[in-house]
């Protein structure tokens, strides 16, 4: 039979069994996917009928005498059935490739012996590059088992001795069942003289880079992990194009840094040109963290091997960020050159007595993060008179680290605050009016410094405005807080800084109600996989719980717009920043930006920012990753919130909620457009198609 008419078989038996089987949500016992994936709604017949995913598995490898190098390969499905990568006796046609390195003798970077030699039509510059195998065979053994012989040979004198790896990736293409592509890689250290594997490079493990990216995934999707990465991404490979190294410790430090580079402030972008000529360029990457917590990649629990290797200091990496250092000559190092590695670590020690010290540690402490500061702690312990039509008084304790009281009324020097917010009802904030004297919408805010202490940090502020009469429901107070701070006064390197405590809240009844919380959409955790600590508006703001209740839907930046000495400013319609809609147009800046819809609040814009997350073929930008920073399913849950939100600078000046959170990433007309025909008198239809029990809930339209 040949493998067009098994094909044509395959197609007309899957036909017959999806018309025979009922379709929907795979079975229990069947294969397990994620929500997140095509087959995850596919019926359990056809699942398992083609049994999506694809897994690599390499169980061994020899180098030959003459350099020959052989590894057998298991191509299956995530319960380890065999696949035939043909396509034949199997769905879908698997491609595969295969590197070889080795980490050298007294080294701890692979070199690779696949390589290729690249030239560019720019420089005419020839530079050689680790790739993947090119020209070898494959003999299977049977469906799924393969032995690949490579092309490419070992040195002669290569060192049976060392660590050497073989890398396997690629892909499954299922396309044909709108099952999608299904990627794959994977790693496998051996000793060709049979020895144990005592060398490894492990310095960041891939769950640390996928906090951020999701999916760690590159080149069309098929490369992923860490653990491949290195293997290629060598000290030996350059792009002749632009000279740059790929090295990953230098190319990962220069692409992280991007617009902070001072090589990029000084005028010169990073890039680099890779295959077809395209050109990548990270010139206006913005790290989502701050730059200086190396360990927010170089994390200490992940078990890595050698997850201290950031304390180890090299030009390289050094010089991968400080870019503007010339090692050579002392510039901007203090004067002094430095022609090899060998004495980086004599003043560059991991941690010294002080911060801000030459130490790697030191060197990087984040003065707001300082380990010298006091701290500053609020703890609400209860509200009283907090009924409709009088003023709430609440009860709170200030403290700092070490449980010393403080007075509220030192903090009322800027650049220290304290102040408590009340909004609500929960059911959705925005709309509650507390008064002609207040200018914010939804919400009042008042100075919390007035508040009057006792000796052990216990205070009690009695708020100056009421609960509105009539209101019903359950409101919320949060409290914001920040204190300044001079750090190694009297040095050389006195600094100044401002840090915020953590946001604290409290529900409680304005008319003898049992008490409701707001829903919960997002987690300040999930926030802060990618930010590490979320902290804006000067420090005072930090739970996403604080955020809501001014980021609601009546705000815009209106009052900022007015103030603003840019008349072109000033004089355009205002932003509605309603959290949902204002969180997910600027994760989704760089797409609203190309399709003429920047985003600018109060003269910020976020047209640069590209959400990290990638995508199953190996994109950057993937925000249909919304677990990322959803919990419980919430982007399911429509609809969502009840109020109208302000959009003056909109299509439409007053937006439905659903159709305002949805319309922040799907902003074209077209788009707007259905969510405005499926709106009447009576409100949002999304809820038919969308909602949790719908044909298109939000995870099956994402679902890669």
């Avoid at 999608?180 to 496998?188: E, K």
């Avoid at 290195?230 to 430090?253: A, L």
């Avoid at 009322?412 to 002609?436: E, H, Q």
């Avoid at 609809?639 to 439905?656: A, C, E, H, R, Y």
Wanted: neutral net charge.
């Amino acid at each position: 039979m040949s493998r067009k008419t098994s094909i044509t078989l395959i197609r007309s038996i899957l036909a017959i069994i999806v018309l025979a089987g009922a379709i929907g949500l795979q079975s229990e016992d069947s294969y397990s996917f994620s929500k997140r994936e095509k087959a995850y709604y596919a019926g359990a017949n056809v699942i398992n009928f083609v049994r999506p995913g694809l897994v690599f598995k390499v169980t061994s490898a020899q180098i030959a005498q003459d350099g020959t190098i052989t590894a057998r390969v298991l191509v299956t499905d995530p319960k380890g059935v065999p696949l035939d990568k043909d396509g034949i006796n199997s769905a879908g046609t698997v491609s595969l490739s295969l590197c070889a390195a080795t980490i050298p003798k007294g080294q701890r970077q692979y070199t690779s012996y696949t390589v290729r030699t690249q030239t560019s039509p720019i420089t005419k510059v020839s530079a050689i590059q680790a790739s993947a195998d090119s020209g070898g065979v494959f003999t299977k053994n049977s469906d799924g088992d393969y032995t690949y012989t490579f092309k490419t040979k070992a040195p002669s004198a290569f060192d049976a001795a060392a660590t050497h790896t073989i890398a396997v990736y690629g892909s499954r293409n299922l396309t044909e069942f709108n099952l999608g592509t299904n990627y794959a890689s994977t790693t496998f250290n051996f000793v060709p003289n049979g020895g144990q594997v005592a060398v490894v490079r492990d310095v960041i493990r891939t769950q640390s880079c996928e906090k951020c990216h999701d999916q760690l995934s590159f080149h069309g999707g098929s490369r992923r992990g860490i653990e491949l990465c290195v293997m290629c991404h060598t000290p030996q490979t350059t792009d002749p194009d632009t000279g740059n190294t790929v090295d990953f410790k230098v190319f990962i430090h220069k692409i992280h840094m991007g617009s902070s580079l001072p090589s990029v402030q000084a005028g010169t972008p990073y890039q680099i040109i890779g295959f077809n000529q395209g050109v990548s360029d990270w010139s206006k990457v913005v790290f989502p963290s701050d730059a200086r917590r190396c360990e927010a990649c170089h994390e200490q629990n992940t078990g890595a091997a050698q997850a201290n290797a950031y304390l180890t200091p090299n030009r390289a990496s050094c010089g991968a960020c400080h870019d503007n250092v010339n090692f050579a000559t002392g510039l901007n190092h203090v004067n002094l050159p430095q022609l090899d590695d060998s004495q980086c670590a004599n003043c560059h020690i991991p941690q010294g007595e002080l911060e801000f010290d030459a130490s790697i540690k030191g060197a990087h402490t984040i003065p707001s993060q300082s380990l010298t500061l006091p701290g500053l702690n609020i703890n609400i312990l209860k509200v009283d008179n907090g009924t409709a039509g009088n003023t709430p008084a609440i009860t709170f304790t200030l403290k700092d680290d070490a449980g010393n009281p403080i007075l509220a009324s030192d903090l009322s020097k800027s650049p220290n605050r304290l102040a408590v917010v009340m909004a609500g009802p929960t059911t959705d904030y925005g709309y509650t009016s507390f008064g002609s004297d207040v200018t914010t919408t939804g919400y009042v805010s008042e100075d919390a410094t007035k508040a009057t202490c006792g000796a052990d940090g216990t205070c009690l502020y009695q708020f100056l405005h009421a609960v509105p009469a009539g209101a019903k429901g359950t409101f919320t107070i949060g409290m914001e807080g920040r204190r300044g701070a001079t750090l190694l006064a009297g040095t050389t390197i006195q600094q100044t800084t401002q840090y915020g405590a953590i946001n604290k809240l409290i529900n409680f009844s304005v008319d003898g109600s049992q008490v409701v919380a707001r829903r919960k959409i997002v987690d300040t955790a999930k926030c802060n996989a990618c930010h590490t600590f979320l902290s804006t508006h000067g420090g005072n703001r930090n739970q996403v719980e604080m955020c809501v209740l001014c980021h609601n839907p009546s705000t815009t930046d209106a009052a900022n717009r007015a103030r603003s000495t840019d008349p072109a400013l000033k004089n355009s319609p205002a932003q509605g920043v309603n959290f949902s809609m204002f969180i997910h147009k600027l994760h989704d800046g760089a797409y609203l930006a190309s399709i003429g819809q920047p985003l600018n609040v109060s003269g910020n814009t976020f047209n640069n920012v590209v959400f990290p997350a990638f995508s199953p073929s190996g994109s950057i930008g993937n925000v249909q990753s919304c677990d990322m920073c959803h919990v419980n399913g919430s982007q399911n849950n429509l609809p969502i919130g009840l109020n109208d939100v302000q959009t003056p600078n909109s299509l439409l000046t007053t937006t439905p909620a659903v159709t305002a959170a949805c319309t922040a990433c799907h902003a074209t007309k077209p788009e707007l457009s259905h969510a405005v025909a499926n709106t009447t008198q009576f409100g949002e239809s999304c809820t038919a198609c969308h909602g949790p029990n719908g044909d298109f809930t939000p995870d099956k339209v994402h679902a890669q």
